[in-house]
């Protein structure tokens, strides 16, 4: 058996690979291809392949083999729906009950995000999207929810494999980068209005989805 240091870093690697589109959706992981890939032993790559499983970026079948996930709108919508219904209430709850150390954490997360640019001063679509799910994280922290919380987090983790793919195609939208939906968001949590922010913020997950849906549909 590899060392759990060994397999974390392999299982990063691997997801990696899988969000910058290396390693399609629906393509076949043969082990042998991955070892010469990432010069690692069938160990760790085993073992990594069942960590991904879990976190549904890999798809395992007994005696069959393994596969990066497929993706399919159904999914998607499945993600969104039941991500929008647990952020709405995290978000009520955050706000009812956040700190003034979640506050300033949601501040300072929105301003990173839009500060998101590379040393070119050229738009870096792969430091958004990190600083855009810290964002949405940060938001959320306050509410002292344990298991709802992690329900959230295994959520956003699947549907971030499918905003990495729309920044892959040539027909992503710009809207999907739009700051000013975020600054808004940010302003009704910091002034304590739960309705109007929870309203935003599905408003603003309904429309991700919407274009992260054209993409797949355009594909």
């Not at 971030?160 to 892959?168: C, F, H, Q």
Request: glycine fraction near 4%.
């Amino acid at each position: 058996m590899s060392s759990p240091t060994l397999t974390d870093k392999v299982s990063k690697m691997i997801r990696q690979d899988i969000l910058n589109g290396d390693l399609r959706p629906g393509q076949k992981l043969v082990v042998a291809d991955l070892k010469d890939k990432y010069q690692v032993g069938a160990s760790p790559i085993r073992e990594a392949l069942v960590q991904l499983s879990w976190s549904k970026y890999v798809k395992l079948e007994p005696q069959k083999g393994c596969w990066v996930a497929p993706v399919s709108k159904e999914e998607l919508n499945d993600l969104y729906e039941s991500l929008r219904v647990v952020s709405s209430v995290l978000l009520k709850k955050a706000i009812a009950t956040g700190d003034e150390s979640w506050e300033l954490e949601v501040l300072t997360s929105y301003h990173k995000l839009s500060r998101t640019q590379n040393v070119a001063g050229e738009f870096d679509y792969n430091e958004w999207e990190e600083r855009h799910q810290q964002f949405h994280v940060a938001l959320l922290e306050g509410s002292e929810s344990k298991n709802m919380f992690e329900f959230f987090s295994d959520l956003i983790n699947q549907v971030k494999r499918y905003r990495y793919l729309a920044l892959s195609s040539d027909s992503i939208s710009n809207d999907l980068f739009n700051i000013d939906e975020h600054e808004m968001i940010m302003k009704l949590v910091l002034a304590k209005n739960p309705e109007q922010a929870a309203e935003l913020l599905d408003q603003h997950l309904l429309g991700s989805m919407k274009r992260i849906e054209e993409v797949i549909e355009a594909a």
